[in-house]
């Protein structure tokens, strides 16, 4: 169904490019409206703000006092303090529920808490995939439906229980033949729904830790740390496991999602000096994937040690505490295939069977 | 309506690495206790300017406070990443620099002389079918500053014994300076 | 084990106050670091840790813990702004948030664009090309276009080359690098088919 | 500079209350934030400024009492004025820092796009307003809806043509944003929705004036109450004596053009000592009363008896020993703002029993916002209740004490 | 059946055209019919394919919609987009960069501050040397923020004023490469300064139009100019043109399209075609029917006539000489290259005179305007 929707639309929109049909009755009015539109500059709209300070009236003149001003000039000319300033609003430490007199800011506010700077470059990598990789994605996907075409209905996906027995009347639907996990439905790839990387998350089990205490810990930390410009986020062991060591409550392993802007550096980082400098790597295997986008490869601690933040004081890592990771790309894609095209596009080469 | 039905999805941040025992958990439901607005930790991160192998760059953030990052092996010089440029397929794999650091103690007499030959046909042979395009780029290729060219100038076992002399001799320091900066890259 | 007593203990092995500022904390430390090299390092945190594991503490692990949690403890004030300060940097935050908005169209624009135009021809191959949609459906396979180099199809790695920001004049070992690394080469034109 | 930031709700009030003017004059040669001497000319001036110190740049207190007395109160904090009176007073549009000025430059493209789109906007709906009903597929109603969406998106468009303007944004936190722009509407309905509104349906809720009294109201009118100078919130308890006059009501709305509204008190607590429940007894109720956006302010007192009020403010009262009493203030919009025909609906009208749900389904009114106050028994309730010439003032409502069920021992046998 | 390949045969299925003798099954008819009315654009008639090898003479498919008015027969032409994709990042925006410095000196006065000591042993020459390198800065460790310490009482004055070159992205790497203070290995034929980076090269300088070096920041495309043939008129062949070239044999676009680009501009160029279907095309519709392409196999004549436009339908009978053609449609592939150069010399076929390396704007200038409007969609403007 969703595919007739789009295609109709599309021939609508496409109807409207290629031929925008405009009766000759909106033509006249336009050319009207263009001359009335210019006549009337002079009445400023009563509604709309008069004082306005993006109201793009010529500066009076970039006079003196702009051109040499100097904030710091006054400040340091002060002989006595200013009078000490009676505002007390300070941005609270707890929130207590909507309904309490003493709101926080929201984070997007420099007051607020939780203010972070916004973004500090843009990434090469996401100017590479707005420019190259997006429209040749979507050229190599495109599966062209005639405008008017109706995609042949598809069987519901969750069967209902048919039978003489009573009990089958109300009873919720059974999942689909072979097995009862629904994947993600894989919608046409158009202009619209093109698949980007969305998150990166980088996980390391930290095995040391079970037994030797929490330096291991804190040296897989501070690597981490320092190549994903993240601090980590750290995961206590949920269950007790005695053949393996994991005692319940003990942290275990840590994770940093990496969105944005980091994420771009990291993979840039990652694909253009890590992944070239791996003994006898020829590619990451293509079978990886959980059939929803997102897939995971592991570098070992040597190509970890790689990295250029931990090269340049690789001695004040104690050796063999330096950790492996699991680099798990999360794209916006809903199957492998797309996924995998992605990062082919995007530098990472792949190896061995392929699976969709 | 009153309560404070707002989904709050916090992962459990780490204050500090020494696992703080008050960690919040994702609170999804309705909270009555008041919910600590924990302040953002971030390292503190450099722009870093990574100039690849064939001399492009470009910058990017990183916690490193070296200013310049001059990587000698990336996706720039790697057969996996060019596998139909010619240059690439006879440089041989030499990781560690091991066999540089050879060759510059010891000169090139000891490469087996099949290899050696094959690798100066594969110079000439390059430059023969260049000439032919007349492309603006080529020519500036070709009058580019050659030091290949002038290593296959000589004969071939002269170049040997020339080399063992001449690359024992001045270059030593060269090779020190450059050898030492990979080794330590290298793993320990 | 309490987040305080490890920061006590920290502190007692460095001998620094437990409020140090940044800039006396910073003297601490080169005079901690320089100490524990010369004095012998008998303090008892590290006695019992040395009973744990018998080796002595690496003492990098211990510089890496307090180099972790020192900054922590020192983090920056939230800013407070004038009410100009604050306008200033609303107004800014509102143009950057517009700015966004329109860079995010121009692209969805573009791609709708050769989306159509994509359509168009290959509605026009369907129905023009007057060989009864033979020509579209050869085009219409897709065949190797999910696969792997190594298996024929997917997209060359080649092709994967990305932005840079700047193009050098010599290669990344410089002048007097040999081999590879010497010569910069913007556009490889000698390339032939071998 | 005296670091203020964007305020709660309680610096507002303070802010409000300093009622700055704006230089006013014609040529707006400076914008809020600038006057015109630097530090020079004060010196210069220094004799005339002891005479006429500037309200805006004066910081001894002696010259200020002395403005104070002479009616011109300093604006803004001392602090304020003692950096401004040694800035150079650069307007603050101009002042040359990189990224503000690049970041005014996409503003300022942004907004004459928006100036265009609405000329075209308002182009269109002149001409399908002045096209016949004919035309359309659906007629005239159907002409109207698409007149009303115009209408809203030419709304829209005004709203963002001024959102991301600081001028505006200084302007309305100080208070003096001018209700009859629709920016400014949207900017104080923004700031009410955040935080007052969601205090004032907890009231409501928490309550039970929404079942009891109405059956269910979604505020779009901000009420404040407030007893001669003493502002109330809503839910709090008011002293009898307090609350024996009328009290003055100020009914924010935020959509364009006026109001018809009635207003009526109702207190659902009356005690009914025979059923032992409690009945609704109407306190005050007046309807034909028009509010918009720029006149908010509406004093019960000073309705005119004659066509607005239907039922005089009666003074709230609880007997002693009954629980607090609820006095629910709520605002009721007429249809289409038609006014009620006020002699017919005054004979009909009673003050006990008086239930809201049938008042409102006999005249159409469909409530828009409520509020309350409470009030209990206190020391001055007698005298108002005498004053008042209401009885019962010397009656004290006690419990009926509830005997326990009779003891009797449970037979062991069947238990086993 | 492999899963992708019986998506598209799901399609044909559908349209009935797989079907042996191209019966078009009940349900497709009515789907095709709905299409049929509102698609005024493409021409009523499906014409007849004059492809090369047996041409076929029954009629298009929709045969029940055999129309009386005799259709134009059209050549098909395989043509190739051949685009270098940019090599190096757009001229970033005025209000990007003065953003991104702000947002780096706000995030100076929040962020964690740097341990030092971790990197840099004290008391070691490479310590000293970024004290010194510190203090110079105004204490700031980062260097892109150009004279700022977060840690003074003067913090509050962070923003730059206008006119002020500190966020720009070439001060940045100036700055940068100044600290490292290697840039004389590095810097060869370039400028000191930025040991050697650069963003325009000599092919910039001279705008060489034939070299691949020239604008890095824009995708590039190929467009070739034939030589003079007699017939053509004098305008419509100096105009520029994508390279095309009719279709031979059962080949399918893709094939065609590789042919043509290596047989008329040389094998040294790795090339990738992304997709095997069409992203553009062009309709060129001759005043008077023109003799077709003789049907042997490598010729290449192509003749964009002037696209007179669809004014006059052609009335006459085309039947007597079966090679007479109305007009040609040309089918456009898109095709990235990654190294190397189109070389006219080793062509086979010699009849492009020049070819060159075009961005969308200078294509435009390039080209004839009825081109020109049928080809702006599919080019990326960056």
Same mark, same amino acid.
């Given at each position: 169904m969703a595919e007739s929707h789009l295609s109709l639309r599309l021939a609508r929109t496409w109807r409207s490019f290629v031929k925008p049909s405009i009766c000759n009755r909106c033509l006249q009015t336009r050319r009207t409206l263009a001359s009335q539109a210019s006549a009337p500059q002079g009445q400023r709209d009563a509604e709309l703000e008069e004082a306005s300070s993006l109201g793009g009236a010529p500066d009076a003149g970039s006079g003196s006092p702009v051109r040499d001003f100097d904030p710091l000039k006054v400040p340091r000319s002060r002989k006595r303090q200013l009078v000490p300033s009676r505002y007390q609003f300070r941005s609270p430490k707890y929130y207590r529920g909507p309904l309490h007199p003493h709101q926080p800011p929201p984070p997007s506010d420099p007051a607020s808490r939780e203010f972070v700077p916004g973004p500090f470059s843009t990434p090469r990598l996401e100017q590479t995939y707005h420019n190259i990789i997006a429209p040749d994605f979507m050229t190599m996907c495109y599966q062209h439906t005639p405008p008017g075409f109706r995609a042949p209905q598809k069987g519901a996906r969750l069967r209902p229980w048919i039978g003489d027995s009573p009990y089958f009347r109300n009873r919720p639907l059974r999942g689909p033949r072979g097995g009862d996990v629904l994947r993600l439905l894989r919608k046409p790839i158009t202009f619209r729904n093109i698949p980007m990387i969305e998150r990166v998350t980088v996980h390391s089990f930290v095995k040391g830790a079970l037994s030797g205490g929490s330096g291991y810990i804190h040296v897989a930390g501070m690597a981490l740390q320092a190549i994903t410009n993240h601090r980590v986020m750290t995961h206590e062991a949920r269950t007790n496991e005695a053949n393996w060591g994991i005692i319940k409550g003990k942290t275990v392993s840590m994770t940093v999602d990496l969105k944005g802007e980091d994420m771009y550096h990291f993979l840039g980082k990652l694909i253009n000096v890590v992944l070239p400098r791996i003994k006898d790597w020829n590619g990451v295997r293509a079978t990886t994937g959980d059939n929803s986008g997102n897939l995971t490869f592991g570098l070992d601690p040597e190509s970890v040690a790689t990295f250029p933040e931990i090269e340049t004081n690789y001695d004040a890592y104690p050796g063999k505490m330096i950790p492996g990771l699991h680099i798990t790309i999360h794209t916006t894609a809903t199957c492998d295939k797309d996924a995998r095209l992605l990062l082919q596009q995007v530098g990472i080469p792949f190896y061995g069977k392929v699976v969709d | 309506m009153a309560s404070a039905l707002r989904p709050v999805l916090r !992962?459990?941040?780490?204050? /500090?690495? !020494?696992?703080?025992?008050?960690t919040t958990t994702y609170i #999804?439901? /309705? #909270?009555?206790h008041a919910r600590l607005l924990r302040r953002p930790k971030r390292p503190y991160t450099f722009t870093q300017l990574v100039t690849l192998s064939d001399g492009s760059a470009f910058t990017i953030r990183t916690t490193s406070p070296v200013p310049v990052y001059r990587s000698t092996r990336d996706t720039r010089n790697s057969p996996l990443w060019n596998p139909t440029s010619k240059e690439l397929l006879n440089v041989e794999d030499d990781e560690a620099g091991r066999l540089a650091g050879f060759r510059a103690r010891f000169g090139t007499g000891f490469d087996t002389a099949k290899e050696a030959r094959k690798e100066a046909e594969m110079e000439s042979d390059n430059i023969s079918n260049t000439p032919a395009s007349p492309t603006a780029a080529n020519a500036e290729a070709a009058k580019e500053p050659t030091f290949e060219d002038e290593q296959n100038m000589f004969e071939e076992d002269d170049m040997n014994l020339l080399d063992l002399i001449s690359s024992f001799g001045q270059e030593n320091t060269q090779q020190e300076t450059q050898s030492p900066q990979p080794k330590k890259g290298g793993k320990k | 084990m309490h987040a305080s007593s490890i920061r006590g203990a920290l502190a007692q092995v460095f001998q620094? $106050?437990?409020? $140090?500022t940044l800039r006396n904390a910073a003297g601490q430390i080169s005079t901690g670091i320089t100490t524990t090299t010369t004095s012998s390092f008998s303090t008892s945190a590290s006695r019992a840790a040395k009973k744990g594991r018998g080796a002595k503490p690496d003492q990098r692990i211990t510089l890496i813990r307090y180099f972790l949690y020192h900054p922590t403890t020192l983090t920056p004030r939230p800013l407070r702004f004038s009410r100009n300060r604050y306008l200033r940097h609303w107004t800014i935050h509102r143009a950057w948030n517009l700015y966004r908005a329109k860079v995010k169209q121009a692209r969805q624009l573009e791609l709708e664009r050769q989306y159509n135009a994509m359509h168009a021809a290959n509605e026009e191959l369907r129905v023009g090309a007057g060989d009864g949609g033979k020509l579209f459906r050869k085009a219409q396979m897709k065949t190797g276009v999910w696969s792997i180099p190594e298996r024929g199809g997917g997209v060359p790695i080649e092709y994967a080359r990305g932005l840079v920001e700047w193009m050098g004049s010599t290669g990344g070992l410089g002048s007097s690098g040999t081999g590879l690394g010497a010569k910069a080469k913007i556009w490889d034109s000698e390339w032939t088919r071998s | 500079m005296a670091p203020s930031r964007a305020p709660s709700a309680l610096l507002l009030h303070s802010l409000r209350s300093l009622a700055i003017e704006k230089p006013? %004059?014609?040529?707006?040669?400076?914008?809020? %934030?600038?006057?015109?001497? %630097?530090c020079q000319e004060v010196q210069a001036e220094r004799p005339s400024f002891y005479r006429n110190p500037d309200p805006e740049t004066v910081y001894q207190p002696r010259l200020e009492r002395k403005l104070a007395r002479a009616g011109r109160p300093p604006i803004g904090s001392r602090r304020r004025r003692m950096a401004l009176s040694q800035s150079p007073r650069i307007p603050f549009e101009q002042l040359p820092y990189q990224c503000f000025q690049e970041a005014r430059k996409v503003l300022v493209e942004d907004r004459e796009e928006k100036l265009r789109k609405i000329e075209t906007e308002r182009a269109r709906v002149a001409r399908v307003r002045e096209a016949d009903p004919g035309a359309f597929r659906g007629g005239e109603p159907f002409k109207q809806k698409k007149l009303a969406s115009m209408e809203a998106e030419l709304e829209r468009l005004k709203i963002l043509a001024d959102i991301n303007d600081p001028s505006v944004k200084r302007r309305f936190e100080d208070g003096k944003g001018d209700m009859n722009k629709p920016i400014y509407r949207y900017l104080a309905e923004r700031k009410w929705r955040e935080y007052p509104r969601k205090v004032l349906v907890q009231r409501i809720t928490q309550m039970n004036v929404v079942p009891d009294v109405v059956p269910n109201v979604d505020p779009i009118v901000d009420v404040k109450i407030a007893f001669g100078k003493k502002a109330v919130g809503s839910g709090d308890f008011v002293p009898s004596d307090v609350s024996e006059k009328p009290c003055q009501l100020t009914l924010q709305a935020f959509d364009r053009g006026e109001k018809m509204v009635t207003i009526a008190v109702v207190d659902p607590d009356v005690p009914n000592v025979e059923t032992d429940s409690f009945d609704s007894r109407c306190h005050y109720l007046a309807s034909n009363i028009t509010i918009s956006p720029t006149k908010p302010l509406v004093d019960l007192s000073k309705l005119s008896p004659g066509s607005q009020v239907l039922l005089p403010w009666l003074p709230p009262h609880a007997q002693k020993g009954s629980p607090y009493h609820r006095l629910s203030i709520v605002i009721l919009q007429h249809k289409d703002n038609i006014p009620i025909d006020f002699e017919p609906a005054k004979q009909k009208v009673e003050r006990d029993g008086f239930t809201l749900r049938s008042f409102m389904s006999r005249h159409l009114l469909t409530p828009i916002s409520a509020s309350l106050f409470r009030t209990r028994w206190d020391e001055s309730t007698a005298a108002v209740m005498e004053r008042a010439g209401l009885e019962g003032a010397n009656v004290e409502l006690k419990r009926k004490k509830v005997e326990p069920l009779p003891y009797k021992r449970r037979n062991p046998s069947s238990f086993r | 059946m492999a899963p992708r390949s019986r998506g598209a045969k799901r399609i044909a299925d559908a349209l009935g055209f797989s079907t042996p003798k191209n019966h078009v099954c009940l349900s497709c008819r009515q789907s095709l019919a709905l299409t049929r009315p509102q698609r005024g654009y493409a021409s009523a008639a499906t014409a007849k394919a004059t492809v090369e090898a047996p041409p076929i003479t029954q009629l298009s498919p929709d045969g029940p919609e055999a129309s009386p008015v005799p259709q134009p027969i059209f050549t098909i032409k395989a043509g190739v987009v051949l685009s270098r994709p940019p090599l190096i990042t757009p001229d970033p925006h005025p209000f990007e960069t003065a953003y991104y410095l702000y947002q780096r000196r706000l995030n100076e006065r929040l962020v964690l501050p740097f341990t030092q000591y971790f990197y840099y042993k004290r008391g070691t020459p490479a310590f000293e040397q970024w004290r010194t390198k510190r203090q110079a800065r105004g204490g700031a460790a980062t260097r892109d923020i150009g004279k700022y310490n977060a840690y003074t009482d003067e913090a509050w004055n962070d923003e730059v004023l206008e006119g002020d070159e500190t966020g720009a992205p070439s001060k940045i790497v100036e700055q940068l490469i100044a600290d490292e203070g290697r840039a004389e290995e590095f810097t060869g034929t370039g400028d000191p300064k930025f040991a050697g980076l650069k963003r325009r090269t000599e092919a910039d300088e001279k705008n060489d139009q034939r070299s691949l070096e020239r604008s890095l920041s824009r995708t590039l495309y190929l467009l070739v100019k034939n030589k003079k043939v007699a017939g053509q008129s004098q305008d419509e062949s100096d105009f520029w043109k994508f390279p095309s070239g009719t279709i031979i044999g059962h080949e399918g676009l893709k094939q065609a399209a590789q042919r043509i680009l290596f047989s008329s501009l040389g094998e040294n160029m790795n090339t990738f075609f992304v997709g095997n279907h069409p992203v553009g095309h062009y309709v060129a519709r001759f005043a008077s029917p023109r003799p077709g392409p003789p049907p042997q196999m490598t010729t290449e004549t192509s003749k964009a006539s002037d696209s007179a436009l669809l004014k006059q339908e052609v009335a006459q009978q085309p039947d007597q000489h079966p090679s007479l053609v109305n007009g040609e449609k040309t089918f456009f592939m898109k095709a990235r290259i990654m190294a190397g150069q189109p070389s006219l010399a080793a062509s086979q076929d010699q009849d492009i005179e020049d070819f060159r390396w075009l961005s969308k704007d200078e294509i435009e200038k390039a080209v004839h305007p009825d081109y020109w409007v049928k080809v702006k969609n599919m080019l990326a403007t960056q």
């Open positions: - | !992962p459990t941040h780490l204050a /500090s690495l !020494p696992t703080s025992t008050s #999804c439901q /309705s #909270c009555r | 620094i $106050p437990l409020r $140090p | 006013s %004059t014609a040529l707006a040669i400076r914008a809020f %934030t600038s006057a015109s001497s %630097t | -």
